[in-house]
Structure formats: C-alpha cells, structure tokens
C-alpha cells in the first residue's frame, strides 16, 4: 500500500550530485555570522555522500531561526508550526518509509513548545533524522531566554535573571531513550560531517544537538567548548575518556557511582571510563551528558550513544502487512454488509 | 400454560435504564439487533454517563439506552417510553419524568433496599406510595429470578447476579414477541471462551422469557410487524461506523491508502478503534501524544499523498486549530472529523450538541475558510465522509465534517450500498509529475477550473519544492511579503473554496401544498425536524422542510429558497449558529429554536416550535 511513493516526474537529477544540487534558489535570510550558514553549508556538503535521490530527502521544520533550514535546501520541504514539527515528520515517515526525513529545529521550537513531540518521536524511534539547533536564546522573537539558557540569563523578558532550570538536550534524548544521541558544534567541520553521516545511516530516531552560535543574541556562548580549548570531551566509542590541553584530563567512576574529572598521570589510564555508545542501558550515557549543565565546564561532544530498537513506521507499515497476509486484503463489500445482515424484499 | 393473546401495535419506545455496571448498553443493543433482524424500523438512543462505573445506585451512575421500533420507516428515537425497565430506584427516579401517563413500569423489586433508595434520595419506597399511580407498575424481582434460574451453575450469588439484564432481556423479547435464536447464537458466540459464562447467560435470558410467558403479571404480549422498507441488504449501523467505513470506501475508491491520527476523546474514540481493526485494508491508524500530533502526523501524510483524516471533538479540533490553519495555508487535502458533545471546555463529553459549527466556520487565525459537511443520520455518515473525501481531494484543503454524539452512538437500520455505486474518486486525485510553468514546476500554480494547486508529493523527482505557513507568491510559491500579493492569495483562497458551491447538489426542498413556513436543519437534527413536519402536516399544518448537507459553502440555490418563504425556522442544538450564519450571508431574518440539553430534539417539542411559528404568520 506504499506505491504512492512510485510517480514517473521528471527523470531524477544525474548522479553524482554536488554539494551545489542541494542549494535552493532561496536568498538565505539569517542574520551575517550567524552559525546556521556552517551547518547549512555542512548539510548541503553531506548529502551528496547519502547516496539518497534528491526527491527522496524531505526536510521538515517548526518555527525559529533555525526553521527556516528547509526554504534553503533544494530537496523537498516543509515549514510547519512551532514545535510540531517532529509530530509532521512523523505522519511522513510512517507513511513512506521510502523517504529518508530530516527535522530541523531549535532549544525552543524543540525543548519548549515542542517538548512533548520531540520525546514522543524519540519514545516510538520514529526513522527521523533530528537536527537541533542550540543557541542557548530565541533569536526570531529578538531575545528572550530560552529552555537551555543558562540560569540568572539578563534577556529582555528576564531583566533580573532567569529562575527557571535549563534542560539538557542530550539529557532530555536519553531520558526519552532515543536510540542515537550526539552534539556536535556549528563551525567543527570534520566532526559534524561524521555525526551527521552516522546519523542519516541510523534506522530510528537520530538525535544531534548541535552548538549554534548567536552571534547578535548570544554571542560566544560556546567558546569555551570549541575546537582545541580544553573544555571539549570528545567521545569515542571504545576509547577511554581525555581531553585537556595535552589530554592531561580523563573522566572516571567512582565507587561511589559518580563521574570524576581526574588527572590521567594521577591515576593512570586504566583507571578512566571506557566510552560504549552501543550500551543497551542509557544510565552511563546520561551521566557523561551531565558532567557539564551548559558548555562552561567539560563538556562532552560526539555520539554518546547508538542503539537497535525496532522502528516505528517499519513496525506500523509490518502489521498491515500482516494483517493482509492473516486476513485476505480487505473486501470492502463484504466490511460493508457485515456478518450480520438481512434482506428485506 | 394458558396462552396469552397478542396485540398489535405500530410503534413502541422501550427504555433501558439501570448502573453503569449493569449492562444496560448490551441489552439495548441486543434488543435492537434482533428487532432490525425482525424487519422493524429501528433508532436508537443511548445515552451514559461520562464516568465509568460511577457508585453502584448513585444517581450520576445511571445508564440509559432507549430504542424505538415500528412497522412504518422512523426518523427518532422515540420522545416518550411506552416501557421503562428500571433496574434500580436510582433508574426509575431519573427516568420516570419522561414517561407520560399510561406508560408501563417494569422494576426490579430486588434493588429497592433502604441503601439504594436512600442514594436515589427516596424518602418512601416509590413501589409503595401513590407516587406512580399514573403509571402500570409492573414490580419483578429480577435478582432473585435470575439466581434462582442460574441455581445449578457453579458461579456464585454475584456472579449470577450480574446475568440479570439477560434475563430482563427475556422478558422484554417475550413481551414484544422477538426471537430467541439470534440472542442465544449471539451469545454463545461472544462467550465462546467460556461456555460456563455462555450456558448461564442464556438460562438467565430463557428464563425470562419464560417467566413472561407463566406470570399473571402480563396479560398479554405485543407484536409489531415488519416496516416496509425499500428492498434490499440491510444492516445495523453506528454514526461512528458508518464514518470508519466511509473513510475506508473513499481511499479504495481514491486508489489512495488512508491514515487516521487521532488522540482518544469521547464521543470520537470508536472511529480510532474502528479502523484500526481494518489493516488488512492498509489502513494505518496512529494514536499520536495528543490532539496536536494527531492532525499533524495527519496533515504530514498528506503532504506524502496519503488520504489523511483526524478525527476528534470540539475540545481537540480547539488543540488542532493551528494546524488545520497549517492545511489552509500549504493546501494539502486533509478531513477533520469533529463527532460532537455539549461544550465548553470538557463540557459534556458523552452528551450530543451542534454547538461547533462557528468553531469549524471560524476557529482559526486569519482569514482561512474550510469547507463544511455534516452528517444527517448514523448511516448518512458513511456518505459525508465519502463527500468530504471527495472535497478534500478535488480542492486540495482540510474539509470539516461533523456529526455529534448522537449520530455517534445511535444505531439504525442501513441500507448496504454496491461498492460500485459509491462514487468514484480516482479522476479527484491527480498528482503532479513534471513541470507546470515552461520548463519549471510552481507549487501554486492552480488549476483553473477548481483553483487547486498541484499534489506534488516526495519521492517524485524533479518536483523538488518547500511549503510552509509563510505567505507564498502566488505562482512560485515562494515566501512573499508583498501587500499585493497577500491580498490576491487571501482571496484566491477564498474563492478556491466558494467554488465549491458549484461542484455541489442545490437543496432541495420538501413542499407542502400552501407552505408559507420553511423548516430548515443541518447535522443530526434531521430526524426529528422530518417526523416534526411529518406530524404536523398529518394535523393540516402547511410546511416546507429542508435539510443541509454542506454548510461551507452553502448550495447556490439556498438564498433564493430562504427567501421564497414568508418565515424560515432552523432549530438547532447550539443557541443560533446556523441562524447567525443564514442572517449574516441572505440577511434574512431566520427565526432560531435552540436547545441544549444534551439530547436530541423530541417530536413533540419541534412540533410546538412549528405551531408556534405558523401562528406568527397567521
């Protein structure tokens, strides 16, 4: 029941494609600096590599700066409302498992208005590629704190601080057990491009927070974290855990079942956590996520974790197909008439 | 055994009333199955209350289920019952005031204890005063009949207990003269697991019948002899069915799969369980996070080129709002199925109401006109959820359809239509597959006739395209801010939808003879407006009748029809909706009956209304 993903078209675009075949017509309208362009750039840049058909790919977003991804790739699109946007991708996915389907969002359009889709596509491992866009701020609206804005932020609608608590995307995912969670950073080419590349191969929900810079709202949010400053973690699967300036520093679990930073020369490298992204059990995952609340202290980047979990639109998509095969194909006559009819002449 | 004579009747109102735990919904069901099988007409009117099980002989616990019967076609569920069976000093007290003077009282003695009676809030056994001299009181101990019927079964006294609503069901087959047979195969199907449960059910409902036949308390029992109905194959049906299966026979008469988002609500959840009881027709249901995601996991299949449809009540299509706005603005075909309760807010969710037709009219931001059907009878919702498909597809938008919890829940007699009589929609769905403008395809390039734009799906190559909820350049469909061009979409728009008028049937309407007064519904009304007028003209009362289907845009006759009449009367359930809407687009001066009360209209009280506007001409 899934032709309807078969129409003839015109033929489709010559393989290879080039980075260029996915950049729309669109003037890009983001503010000049801002981080959206590199990860646009660096999208742009993947999907010649996917081996997708361009009409395959469709990019679905909300509302936000972030949002207007779609307009901007020469793919198939949809801007939708704010915060239903993995709830959308979903009705698509679920429906034309052939397609191949991008959310790109922001920490409000995200973690605000749209908490409860983003957790529940993650919960069912909807076959969605998740691109979250955090800038710690909203942007379109000029300013005001955001769900991952720091506690005490000044904003225009918080002139004496913000007092609610931010969530942690990468927490959130894995508390919503999403089956592949990762953060990467808007301008670190080689290692967006890598978790970007892992994460459209995913089959389920593939989650990526990714560090944007505001650079008219929220300037600087993530220096502390980017490329060779001592801050970053970079996780890999298999690896024990470093980072530091001359990757001095490594995380270890204490008895007493916290993560310590610790000094590798202190207590060597056997001692230090082995990172496992294919763990069945989130626990360890969460606990890396939350060695730093927002990027000032060690923060760790990478894929924090990647699991098999059956597939939601595979799953709804196989009981048709069961049904079909335990009960006949439909007869919509005999529905109709149901098994209790009578004749009246 | 003394045999009992039978008197006929053409018409009878059974009401079942008793704790929601009693079963109350079952035996009417039961009742009315075997009374369609029997050739009568039949409507039914169930009516629950929103709790589960609220405390056993409360007043708010109390579950009704009342039928109406005849040998001639029928358009209600009867106003008043001819029987009421009480199983419960809770259910006679607060049904006994619909009941008129004469009417036959049939009560399960057993359950008028001190305790229940003191939680119906009697002072005095009602069984025992004056209080229902108006009334055959016919006291039975249904407790003790059924147990002492079920005394060689291994169940204990409650279990036993619980099969008494089978044995009123006996009794009241007897009293009507109705089959056995199709109650006890019924039975045995439905307890095929347990055949423990399956035997005492059925002694319990034998004995009841039995108990009819011998006691002194029945002088005789009553016949009603089969309606003539056109010929053909029939079947009972629910609004909530016919809906379902209307949906399931518009995608195999599209050539396009169906998917339903929905959120579980009452009065619309049957809908949801319905279809997703039908995979094998690839139907894929979804049951989102909440209302939101329902319509737009939707609208998302459609954007995929799936026949997609939300289905829902008032306070969810308040939650889907925004994304219908979405479907306006993207023009993607998408049904909104609003199956009706008493409102605001939670309202009364298991009590019928029209009360959302300004919400589908206007219950979005800016200007976004949706088309509106609704459903007349139970079985009519098979055929407004084709015509809404049908709409949808041709004009590529979200098309409402209502109906309400009457239509819902009641049930009637249904005539099985050959599938190739249903309309065929396939020439409806046209998908775009290649450039429309030169060499370049422009999303919103409409179609001139119908002012569609294309259904461009992914997965079509070289179709590459964006929507979204931004203003789009008429055309192109880029984003625009140009003043111009927001204006001519505003009404490109809007006329996409007016054209519709002319793709519909005009109204048509039922004349009388010197008719100066035209009575005109929408939706669920249609029964009792038709055997209002029914009644009316049968005591020499003059009176048009006309019932609308689509209510966005009107037929193009409707103006000229309102205003060939020297009054037009449009009784709805809401305080004026219709009426407002008739004023506002003839200027008109529609006179209005509005009551809420949660039920459907009686006879009677459309009949008064009618009078009522004959002696303003007069």
């Not at chain 2, 329902?294 to 026949?307: D, E, M, N, P, S």
């Not at chain 2, 309309?423 to 046209?430: F, I, K, M």
Request: charge should be negative; proline fraction near 7%.
């Amino acid at each position: 029941m899934t032709d309807t993903s078969i129409r003839n078209g015109a033929a489709s675009a010559p393989l290879p494609l080039t980075k260029k075949d996915f950049s729309s017509d669109q003037e890009v309208r983001w503010c000049p600096g801002c981080g959206d362009y590199a990860i646009l750039a660096n999208v742009q840049g993947v999907m010649p590599t996917l081996g997708i058909p361009r009409e395959n790919l469709v990019f679905v977003s909300g509302i936000g700066c972030a949002a207007r991804f779609p307009y901007y790739m020469e793919t198939y699109g949809f801007h939708s409302i704010h915060g239903r946007a993995p709830a959308i991708a979903t009705g698509i996915s679920a429906t034309r498992p052939d397609l191949k389907v991008f959310v790109v969002t922001g920490d409000g359009d995200a973690l605000s208005i749209g908490g409860n889709h983003l957790i529940h596509a993650m919960r069912r491992n909807a076959n969605l590629t998740i691109l979250l866009f955090n800038n710690q701020i909203y942007g379109l609206t000029k300013g005001q704190y955001s769900p991952t804005s720091e506690l005490g932020k000044i904003t225009k609608s918080t002139p004496m601080g913000s007092l609610d608590h931010p969530f942690n995307p990468v927490s959130v995912a894995l508390g919503a057990e999403a089956t592949f969670v990762a953060r990467s950073i808007d301008n670190e080419r080689e290692h967006l491009t890598d978790m970007l590349t892992r994460a459209v191969s995913h089959e389920g929900t593939a989650f990526i927070e990714i560090y944007q810079n505001c650079n008219i709202f929220n300037d600087g949010a993530f220096d502390a974290v980017r490329k060779n400053r001592p801050q970053q973690i970079r996780l890999e699967h298999g690896q024990p855990i470093r980072f530091g300036a001359d990757d001095e520093l490594g995380v270890a679990l204490r008895r007493t079942g916290e993560l310590e930073i610790v000094d590798v020369d202190h207590v060597g490298e056997d001692a230090l956590l082995v990172h496992d992204a294919h763990r069945a059990d989130p626990g360890l995952a969460f606990m890396l996520s939350r060695l730093s609340h927002t990027p000032e202290g060690a923060t760790p980047i990478g894929l924090f974790r990647q699991v098999e979990r059956p597939v939601y639109g595979t799953q709804l998509n196989a009981q048709v197909d069961e049904a079909v095969a335990r009960r006949g194909a439909g007869d919509l006559a005999e529905l109709l008439a149901g098994p209790d009819s009578w004749t009246v002449n | 055994m003394t045999t009992k004579t039978v008197e006929q009747r053409d018409t009878v109102t059974i009401r079942f009333a008793g704790d929601s735990g009693d079963g109350m919904q079952l035996t009417g069901n039961r009742f009315t199955s075997v009374s369609a099988v029997l050739g009568n007409d039949v409507a039914t009117l169930p009516d629950f209350p929103a709790e589960i099980r609220a405390p056993a002989g409360s007043l708010p616990g109390v579950s009704g289920f009342q039928l109406h019967f005849a040998d001639h076609d029928i358009l209600t569920p009867g106003d008043a019952p001819d029987v009421l069976v009480a199983m419960n000093p809770a259910a006679l007290r607060t049904n006994v005031e619909d009941l008129e003077p004469g009417a036959t009282v049939i009560v399960n003695s057993d359950a008028f204890s001190a305790g229940n009676l003191r939680k119906a809030r009697y002072d005095t056994n009602p069984l025992d005063d004056a209080s229902l001299s108006a009334f055959n009181v016919v006291s039975v101990p249904l407790s003790t009949l059924t147990v002492g019927a079920l005394d060689d079964t291994g169940l204990n006294k409650k279990e036993k207990e619980r099969a008494k609503n089978m044995f009123a069901l006996g009794l009241m087959s007897w009293m009507f003269s109705r089959p056995t047979e199709p109650t006890i195969e019924w039975v045995r199907a439905k307890f095929a697991s347990q055949p423990e449960l399956a035997d005492a059910n059925i002694s319990a409902f034998t004995a009841g019948f039995a108990f009819g036949e011998t006691t002194e308390l029945f002088a005789h029992s009553y016949e009603v002899a089969p309606a003539a109905l056109p010929p053909g194959r029939y079947r009972q049906i629910t609004g909530n069915t016919a809906i379902a299966y209307g949906l399931v026979a518009a995608a195999e008469r599209s050539g396009l799969p169906l998917f339903l988002g929905g959120y579980p609500i009452t009065p619309a959840s049957d809908v949801l369980h319905e279809l997703a009881r039908l995979k094998h027709f690839g139907v894929r249901t979804f049951q989102a996070e909440d209302e939101i995601a329902g319509v737009g996991a939707a609208l998302g299949a459609a954007f995929a080129g799936i026949l997609a449809a939300t289905v829902t009540s008032g306070p969810g299509v308040a939650l889907k709002a925004e994304t219908i706005g979405l479907a306006v603005s993207v023009e993607l075909p998408l049904l909104v199925l609003n199956i009706q309760r008493g409102g605001p807010s939670t309202g009364l969710p298991t009590k019928t109401e029209q009360s959302d037709l300004l919400q589908a009219m206007y219950g979005r931001n800016g200007e976004a006109p949706v088309p509106i059907i609704a459903a007349a009878t139970p079985g009519d919702c098979f055929y407004a959820a084709i015509e809404a498909a049908r709409l949808a597809v041709t004009y590529r938008t979200p098309v409402f359809l209502l109906s309400d919890g009457y239509l819902a829940n009641g049930a009637e007699p249904w005539r099985v239509p050959a599938v190739d009589d249903l309309p065929d929609l396939t020439s409806a769905v046209q998908f775009a597959d290649g450039p429309n403008h030169g060499g370049e395809f422009w999303p919103f390039q409409r179609d001139p006739e119908t002012l569609a734009r294309p259904w461009a799906t992914p997965g079509t190559p070289g179709l590459e395209h964006r929507i979204g909820g931004l203003e789009k350049a008429d055309g192109t469909g880029d984003i625009s801010y140009d003043p111009d061009n927001h204006q001519r979409m505003t009404e490109l728009r809007a006329a996409k939808v007016a054209r519709i008028a002319e793709a519909i049937p005009a109204v048509e309407v039922d004349r009388a003879e010197d008719a100066r007064l035209l009575v005109l519904g929408w939706g669920s009304t249609y029964g009792p407006i038709r055997a209002a007028v029914r009644r009316a003209r049968a005591d020499g009362l003059p009176v048009a009748v006309a019932h609308l289907r689509h209510l966005n845009p009107f037929p193009a006759n409707l103006g000229e029809v309102l205003r060939s009449y020297d009054r037009v009367l449009v009784p709805e359930m809401n305080s004026g909706q219709l009426q407002r809407l008739l004023r506002a687009e003839y200027l008109v001066d529609v006179q209005g009956y509005h009551r809420v009360t949660g039920l459907p209209f009686t006879t009677a009280e459309l009949v008064d209304a009618i009078s009522h506007e004959l002696k303003g001409l007069s």
